[in-house]
T-cell receptor, first 116, second 111 residues
């Protein structure tokens, strides 16, 4: 149980274009999903917290107009990187909180974004 | 700003050796999680510790949460090549469900 998927697993896009990454909880309903980015050989940095049916809460320094997050249902959250630049190239990982009273987050397999 | 420092940053050991990874902060956390991450994959949850002083064992892995809930340790007994990976601690920010991830410990176990 508690499986989280991401699509696509990797994507290459041209500078200036937008790319959408999907995060799905496959066998549970996730009231809260989180988006992280991870640069090579570094730890995970929280970008935003996404609650179903409400606006995402962004961490300090993360541009909300550049990283659009939509949590349309209890099993789906999307991250759209708009007007991508090479410095946006990174490993993007989502996670979901499986239970209302639980601290545990279950992570997706990640999406490798390369902007050329 | 809450920070979680892990030490050591890198560790390369021979199969069969024991090791301990430390996760330290000046902040108190509601709970603390340990994850292992393989290259190109998402982190996989190993354990959650909630109570100060709590000790949990998972086969050859022993996790401890500090009495003041500011620090934690992961001890691996008789390390195996399959233990190779990036070990991450993550503390839950008080009053939220957000994680602060540690700086990471990259472990390599040589056969």
């Amino acid at each position: 149980g508690a499986v989280v998927s991401q699509h696509p697993s990797w994507v290459i896009c041209k500078s200036g274009t937008s790319v959408k990454i999907e995060c799905r909880s496959l066998d549970f309903q996730a009231t809260t999903m989180f988006w992280y980015r991870q640069f090579p050989k570094q730890s995970l940095m929280l970008m935003a917290t996404s609650n179903e049916g409400s606006k995402a809460t962004y961490e300090q320094g993360v541009e909300k107009d550049k990283f659009l997050i939509n949590h349309a249902s209890l099993t789906l959250s999307t991250l759209t990187v708009t007007s991508a630049h090479p410095e946006d190239s990174s490993f993007y990982i989502c996670s979901a909180r499986a239970k209302l009273a639980s601290y545990e987050q279950y992570f997706g397999p990640g999406t490798r974004l390369t902007v050329t | 700003t809450q920070l979680l420092e892990q030490s050591p940053q890198f560790l390369s050991i021979q199969e069969g050796e024991n090791l301990t990874v430390y996760c330290n902060s000046s902040s108190v956390f509601s709970s603390l999680q340990w994850y292992r991450q393989e290259p190109g994959e998402g982190p996989v949850l190993l354990v959650t510790v909630v109570t100060g002083g709590e000790v949990k064992k998972l086969k050859r892995l022993t996790f401890q949460f500090g009495d003041a809930r500011k620090d934690s340790s992961l001890h691996i007994t008789a390390a195996q090549p399959g233990d190779t990976g990036l070990y991450l601690c993550a503390g839950v920010v008080s009053g939220t469900y957000k994680y602060i991830f540690g700086t990471g410990t990259r472990l390599k176990v040589l056969a």
